[in-house]
């Protein structure tokens, strides 16, 4: 991480679950571990707390309580499930005083909520990584409250960079990054897995089959990602009357296309109905 604004700030993590375990992973790891400052987190249960030795012991420091911990930190990312971020903003509203920044990752729950909770002037930054974070390749989709200045922004990215890409969007359009990235990378793991089974249902052993299915869509993405149109991909393999075009047409016939899109537009709304609760 070579945001310096980072390294001043003492950071708080609320909810060591799945997405808080690994932002602290990312955060201890980031800039070859050299990350300075203590990380504060707090978590309802004890047991989600985990165990720090040798250097992240003095580096992560575990709080008694959520308004412990939001106290010590001067950003503070709430990462508990959408039902327990009111009550969890209710709680620590008090201590955030001081410009101190609330950033949360909550599927659903809108800046205005946070806000209104937290109370005026508070600045808040709503995230969507995934749990792709948890090897560092998260795709982290940003935007920020009413509150919460370019500085803040940056603030924020700099920290969520340490688990992987992130790209500022507008709050209206986190429902749908929601579908397509937050929930998505389950849709990819499942595309994935069935790949594999395939070449299971035609002779090959399981894990080198899983193995060379998912480091073909990872040879996919990084094609995409360096400029190579998805339909140029399909050409490029495609020759006639071979096997591809064999294949491409059975996913045709059988609606993969069709049942994929559905996939991120349900999962979309989804998010939205959630987010209308949340309001
Ligand atoms: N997982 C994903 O792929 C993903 C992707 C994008 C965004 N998100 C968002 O990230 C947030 C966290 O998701 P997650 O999958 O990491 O959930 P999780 O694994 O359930 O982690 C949440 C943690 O918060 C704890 N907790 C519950 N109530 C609390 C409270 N009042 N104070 C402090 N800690 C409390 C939970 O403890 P208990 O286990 O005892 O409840 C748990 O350890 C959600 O809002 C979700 O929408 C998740």
């Known amino acids: 991480m070579k945001d310096r604004t980072v390294k001043r700030k003492k950071i708080g993590i609320i909810g060591m679950g799945n997405i808080g375990t690994s932002i602290l992973r990312g955060l201890l790891a980031a800039d070859g571990g050299r990350l300075s400052g203590e990380i504060f987190i707090s978590d309802i249960k004890k047991e989600n707390l985990g165990s720090f030795e040798g250097e992240e012991e003095s580096r992560v420091v575990v709080c008694k309580s959520n308004e412990e911990a939001a106290k010590k930190s001067a950003v503070i990312i709430l990462a508990v499930k959408p039902k327990d971020v009111r009550g969890v903003v209710e709680e620590i509203a008090p201590v955030i005083t001081g410009g101190k920044?609330?950033?949360s990752v909550a599927a659903?729950?809108?800046t205005s909520a946070i806000e209104r909770d937290l109370g005026e002037g508070k600045k808040v930054i709503r995230?969507?990584?995934n749990i792709g974070a948890r090897v560092g390749e998260s795709v982290t989709a940003m935007c920020r409250g009413t509150y919460a200045g370019d500085d803040d922004e940056a603030l924020a990215k700099g920290i969520l960079g340490a688990i992987g890409a992130v790209y500022s969007v507008k709050e209206s359009d986190i429902d749908v990054i929601?579908?397509?990235s937050g929930s998505g990378i389950a849709f990819f793991t499942a595309v994935i897995e069935a790949m594999a089974e395939g070449g299971v249902y035609e002779g090959?052993?399981?894990?080198?089959s899983l193995a060379i299915s998912a480091k073909t869509a990872l040879g996919a993405a990084?094609?995409?990602l360096a400029g190579d149109e998805p339909s140029s991909i399909k050409h490029?393999?495609?020759s006639p009357g071979g096997t591809t075009i064999r294949g491409l047409y059975t996913m045709d016939a059988r609606g993969v296309k069709a049942a994929i899109m559905e996939a991120v537009s349900e999962a979309?709304?989804?998010a939205r109905e959630i987010s209308g609760k949340a309001r």
């Not at 090959?204 to 080198?208: A, I, N, S, T």
Request: proline fraction near 12%.
């Open 204 to 208: 090959l052993p399981y894990d080198l």
């Open 101 to 103: 920044m609330v950033v």
């Open 108 to 110: 659903g729950v809108p």
């Open 268 to 270: 979309t709304k989804r």
């Open 127 to 129: 995230v969507m990584p």
């Open 178 to 180: 929601t579908g397509l």
């Open 236 to 238: 490029m393999t495609a």
């Open 222 to 224: 990084k094609m995409i």
